[in-house]
């Protein structure tokens, strides 16, 4: 029973009691009120049952609805805490975003500054690559400015080389006559050798160009008034190889020589030989007086060394005698004069290949520690009492020969080049009426003379519009030989008899011929 119910009950007893001396009409009303009561009380007890109901039902519902609330508000605070979350999250993203944004904005901003760096670096770069390439442009084309001006220098070395080879006979010192006194003097005062000694000084100041003047000694011959000259004559690297040089644009760039033509750099050499001998001629006729020397006898020799066996060697290449009435017909300063050929027309012994140091035989040879002179090729005072023609040398028969048609009366000899071992000549015969242009030939052999020979020099007189030919040889010739001499009328073959006789004749000289075997119809004294 609810406390309502209990409440309501208690009064209607206490009412009841209060109210018990009343009859049975009291009674029933007690009862009826008893039941009233307790009809109201189950009333009230229902009353109060359903009020306790819609209390609980209130309560129910209002717990329902505050665990709804609670639910709401959970769910609520849930979604705000969600709401919050997702708030939060986003901030967080958000804020991670910006953070990400703004470190991307960092790296966005280093990778500009980077790159802006970068760019900066690379226009440096590439600035100072252009201005390496412009300095390397600059410096390759003044390397090759400056090679281009040491190809011109060199160049132009090389053609003062060449102009000073050229002018070195040209161009010779003036006033050397008037140191002939002092050296007439210097004899007087110290003898020959005072002599030597003031042409050597004189000689000495004379200029010469650059590597062109080289060592000499000089001896005196009074009794003969002879002045022997020996002189060192430059080595072939005076005469340039290259022709000029030019600028090679190559990898790297280089100044080279053009090369000169073999040929072209031995006659270089050849004629400066001949200059330099001439002139040395010329200055020693110079600076003596007439009366004191008369003939000037020249070697010229070279230092340098045997590329076969490498030691040290000194070939002369032009050995020379000549008197001062011929040299001073020679116009040494004409331009046209050819030094080789005028060395030839004053009968010089010279190399036939100078440049390869080919050697000759002095004509006269000297000891100048006692200034005397011993003849080697000069071959009348130099042979032996019984030379063998045979075994003479190619030097040693031409000036043999040439000595011969000298003592006979030819004049202006001039040798030429030959292949045969023999001599090509050119010769003069001053006689009024059989003179004329003269040819000579010979032959240094040991068998007889083809025939071909003969026609050859027939062509050679044909060619030369010479008035004679002669061919001597130390042999014999054929029958057919002698029948076209014959026919020509202008042909002189002189056989190994015939000059063995001349040189008896004219140079007092009992020559030997070497033959294998006697010639037909000859004799054994024809040869010994």
């Known amino acids: 029973m609810s406390l309502v119910a209990r409440s309501t009950y208690g009064a209607v007893l206490i009412r009841v009691g209060q109210s018990g001396g009343g009859g049975m009409a009291r009674k029933k009303s007690l009862a009826a009120q008893v039941v009233q009561a307790y009809r109201d009380a189950q009333k009230a007890k229902a009353a109060e049952a359903k009020r306790q109901q819609q209390e609980q039902a209130r309560r129910e519902k209002a717990a329902a609805q505050a665990q709804r609330q609670r639910e709401r508000e959970a769910a609520k605070l849930e979604r705000d805490q969600a709401q919050e979350w997702v708030r939060a999250k986003k901030e967080k993203e958000r804020q991670e975003a910006e953070q990400a944004r703004k470190a991307e904005q960092v790296v966005r901003d280093l990778e500009k500054r980077q790159a802006a760096r970068e760019r900066e670096a690379e226009l440096k770069k590439k600035a100072l690559a252009r ?43 003036s006033g050397l006559r008037a140191h002939r006194g002092a050296v007439e003097e210097a004899l007087l005062r110290q003898g020959p050798e005072g002599l030597m000694a003031a042409v050597d000084q004189v000689l000495a100041a004379v200029p010469y160009p650059e590597g062109l003047r080289g060592a000499w000694r000089s001896a005196f011959a009074p009794e003969t008034r002879e002045l022997l000259l020996e002189i060192d004559l430059p080595g072939q690297d005076v005469a340039p190889t290259a022709a000029h040089y030019r ?101 010089a012994v010279v190399s036939q290949h100078p440049y390869d140091l080919e050697p000759v035989r002095p004509v006269v040879t000297f000891d100048l520690s006692k200034y005397k002179r011993a003849p080697e090729v000069d071959v009348v005072a130099g042979l032996d009492n019984r030379p063998d023609l045979v075994a003479l040398d190619p030097i040693e028969f031409e000036h043999l020969v040439r000595r011969l048609f000298e003592a006979i009366g030819l004049k202006a ?58 061919l001597v040889t130390t042999a014999w010739f054929g029958k057919a030989s002698h029948d076209f001499a014959q026919r020509t009328g202008r042909m002189q073959l002189i056989d190994g008899r015939g000059l063995k006789a001349l040189l008896q004749e004219h140079l007092n000289i009992d020559a030997l011929i070497g033959l294998p075997k006697l010639p037909p119809g000859w004799e054994t004294r024809d040869v010994r």
């Open 131 to 173: 201005e390496v390439a412009e300095a390397a442009k600059l410096a390759k084309q003044r390397e090759a400015e400056q090679l281009r001006q040491e190809a011109e220098e060199r160049t132009e070395a090389v053609r003062q080389q060449v102009a000073l080879m050229q002018s070195v006979l040209v161009e010779r010192p």
């Open 247 to 347: 600028f090679k644009a190559s990898v790297p760039p280089a100044v080279v020589p053009q090369p000169r033509k073999d040929a072209e750099v031995k006659e270089l050499y050849r004629t400066l030989v001949a200059r330099l001998s001439l002139r040395a001629i010329d200055e020693a006729f110079a600076v003596t007086p007439h009366s004191l020397v008369n003939v000037v006898a020249f070697n010229g020799h070279v230092h340098s060394k045997d590329r076969a066996t490498g030691k040290a060697i000194r070939p002369c290449l032009v050995s020379v005698r000549s008197s001062r009435e011929t040299f001073e017909d020679l116009v040494l300063d004409e331009p046209e004069l050819d030094p080789v050929t005028c060395l030839r027309h004053l009968n």
């Open 413 to 470: 000899w001039v040798t030429q080049a030959s292949r045969d071992d023999g001599v090509d000549a050119v010769a003069t015969n001053e006689d009024p009426i059989m003179g004329g242009l003269c040819i000579i030939q010979a032959k240094r052999t040991k068998n007889t003379v083809p025939t071909e020979a003969v026609r050859a020099l027939a062509g050679v007189m044909h060619d030369k519009a010479a008035a004679k030919g002669i």
